[in-house]
Structures are given as C-alpha cells and as structure tokens.
C-alpha cells in the first residue's frame, strides 16, 4: 500500500487527487503498449524507488 500512496502523491491534478482509490496496476500497465512510452514507465520507476516508497 505504500506504493500506492507514493504514486498517488504524485498526482497533481486537483479532480484525480479527489478521486477515491479504485483498481490496481495492472489496469495501465498490463499493456502492451507501455514499453512504447519510456515516460510513463520511468515515472513509475521513479515513484517505486523513491526512499519512504
């Protein structure tokens, strides 16, 4: 649950921030496309390693 709170400090949109939480990971990156957007993936890469995460 810790990763989730690490990635969920990172949004900076106010209407995602008041959004409850609801599903897991797997739902945006399941994907085959993820490999293609090197960005995404290093945000995530970045939130999950951040110390505290």
């Not at 649950?1 to 959004?19: C, I, K, Q, S």
């Not at 939480?21 to 085959?32: E, F, L, R, Y």
């Amino acid at each position: 649950m810790t990763n989730a709170r690490a990635l969920r400090g990172t949004l900076t949109d106010p209407l995602l921030r008041g959004l409850p939480p609801a599903g897991g990971v797997d739902q945006w990156c399941d994907s085959t496309d993820l490999p293609g957007a090197p960005g995404v993936v290093q945000a995530a890469v970045d939130a999950l390693t951040r110390p505290g995460a």
